[in-house]
């Protein structure tokens, strides 16, 4: 490496630490006093899920998060509990014989992701970043799609609000890198005022793989 660009170097990770510390800051502000408004919501919503099916209203799972780290991530159960266990959480078709009749509204509405805000307040999560994936399919990316672990996991990110489900995976990592190439505090804004839009016109409203979301364009 030439001597001349240690100072670059060293300017970017300075750079890159204010905007970790400053973004951290943002997450305990908006989630900690969230958590606590909306905790009479997760006890409604805890209490209906147990009388919609019976087992555990809550469902844990590890997932990968920052530099490849495990954590438990928390989430309302919209799946009945099979003989033997739970079915495992990941890609649910909308019709999936498994979900329960409140899990439907749930996972349509997002509420089954509110506990996240602990996450989001443990430091596991961010509000923006990455959806957190499974180590068994995180054992299956390229070196490419490792980059996914540059950042937090986040409550959304540009491929929740450009299709979500609607995009293959693909086209979800290509999002996740996209993001993590062009993260600044003015694209954070723009995707969490982007994403109740999306939740409630529907995740397939935003549907376009082959381009990002107009809102989100940044200068290249």
């Known amino acids: 490496m030439d001597t001349y660009q240690l100072p670059v170097l060293r300017n970017r990770q300075r750079s890159r630490r204010r905007y970790m510390l400053a973004k951290r800051s943002l997450d305990v502000l908006i989630c900690l006093p969230s958590l606590v408004l909306v905790t009479p919501v997760l006890l409604l919503v805890a209490l209906l899920v147990r009388l919609d ?5 809550f469902f844990t799972q590890k997932r990968v998060g920052l530099n490849g780290k495990l954590f438990t991530i928390f989430k309302f159960r919209t799946l009945y509990l099979e003989q033997f266990g739970v079915y495992l959480d990941g890609e649910i078709e909308p019709h999936d014989f498994r979900v329960t009749r409140l899990g439907r509204y749930l996972r349509r509405s ?5 506990p996240q805000l602990l996450n989001v307040v443990l430091g596991h999560m961010s509000i923006v970043g990455p959806r957190p994936d499974i180590p068994e399919s995180v054992a299956t990316y390229s070196p490419g799609q490792h980059q996914r672990f540059l950042v937090k996991p986040g409550l959304t990110g540009a491929a929740q609000i450009s299709g979500n489900i609607h995009l293959s995976w693909a086209d979800r990592i290509t999002l ?17 005022l982007l994403t109740p839009v999306s939740i409630c016109k529907g995740e397939a ?11 989100l364009a940044v200068p290249s």
């Open 205 to 215: 409203t935003h549907f376009d793989p082959l381009r990002i979301h107009p809102l």
């Open 110 to 114: 997002k509420i089954d992701e509110l």
């Open 176 to 192: 996740d890198r996209w993001y993590i190439k062009h993260w600044s505090y003015r694209l954070d804004l723009r995707i969490m």
């Open 53 to 57: 099916s019976p087992g555990n209203p």
